[in-house]
């Protein structure tokens, strides 16, 4: 067990050091996010008193672009380079690579969404600086790129990749978009008590889309 | 010996087409004419008939796509991938039919041609992840390559429709189960049985469909297999010229 952490540590590791030395990821995605919470500024009034809710919306799509945006491009990185062909060939199992690339992704949006959040509380005028707000936003991230990390690997392999990710999971995340959603429009609005029902939703999804996207990654990447 | 297999399966073939040819005129009959008006709905209660057996053959077909998925996953036989390919194709066909049939339905009685309820958006979100699962086929490439991709979003869209449902159930409580009790707690012995034997029709024809649909499929598969062995003969005769 302890070996099986070292492994997917240094796959991590590999993930951060490509990122601090192309800066292919972040910057777009952060960019992405935040130009998308401000577009929605224009579509709909989020200046009015639901924007709490509005806002709540606004934000998780802008975080979903930016992670379709990211998912993509971390794997097209990977296959352009060679460099997933490479990884098949270390001595560690498929489930391990699966589990780096996980942790990878997720720490990309993570650090996307921790440094958008504070900006949109900002330019809404809402309070985000709540606890339960950064578990749902951990929650909701972690379904995202489980299920993300298995379908960008299965879209990268067909011709016309950046359109069927977004095709693929647009339909299967619907329950991550609307636990997230709720969970974050009751916590700007002060009703945490009514949260508990969407975060074992979100809970139950992460955990099940994890067990299965790390069961079948195996046959999906050797495709 | 393949002569007879095949034989078997197209005298399946036309037992099943007869009998659902049989059943379901059967069926026509006792929920046009049989099976009493409804006393609120009046006769667009009768879609009902063939609305909710199209919603049956469905969710039958995913789950067959389920399960035929987990097991090409496993023992890697192209069979496998034929019957799941096969059953998605019409499931999808009828997941379209029920959203059409809903929709005639509930103009007149919702007064509306769509609600964000969570039984519709669940069909409609299941709808759009088998458009997903032959987009990706068609552009998979290889046929192995196509066949662990789906079996993989077969297996996903089996387990996430449920959590799609309860989610969007807890979102938007708009239009309760009164679709079901109203129906379903007061229903007279006439309707029930009309509703039984169109159920036992499109069932049969879901039966009927699989044997015919199986059988282009691996026929399918079999010229890629010809088309293969070809090419391949027509490059060793230029080695050896």
New interface residues.
Partial sequence: MRDGLGKVSILVWKDLLTEVRTKDLFGGMFIFAVLTIITFNFAFDLSGANRAASGAGAMWVAFNFAGFLGLGRSIALERDRGSLDGLLLCPVDRGTIFMGKFIGNLLFISLVEVISVPIFGALFNLNVFQPALFLVLLLGTVGFAA?GT?LAV?AA????REV?LP??M???L??VV??SV?ATTLILTDQTRDLA??LN?LG??DV??LA?SYL?FE??VE? | MKGKRGDWVSNLGLVLGVLTGITLAVGLYLGLVYAPMDAIQGNAQRIFYIHVPMAWVAFLAFFVVFVAGVMY?WKRDLIWDQVARSSAEIGLVFTTLVLITGSFWGRPIWGTWWTWDARLTTTL??W??F??YF??RA????R??AA??S???G???F??VP??Y???D??RTLHPQAVISVTGASMPGQMVVALMVCLLGFTLLYGYLMVQKLGIERAKDQLIDYQYALSEREAEGVIAV
């Avoid at chain 1, 392999?157 to 016309?160: E, V």
């Avoid at chain 2, 552009?139 to 290889?142: D, N, Q, T």
């Fill in positions: 299920i298995l299965m392999s067909t011709r016309s069927m095709v693929l647009f339909p299967i619907l329950p609307i636990a709720r029902p969407w939703l139950a999804y099940l889309f299965i079948v046959r999906v495709e | 996953l979100l299941l759009f992840i458009l997903g987009m990706l552009y998979a490439g290889e192995s390559r662990t991709f079996a993989v979003i297996i996903i869209g387990f996430d959590i799609i309860l989610s969007v807890w979102w």
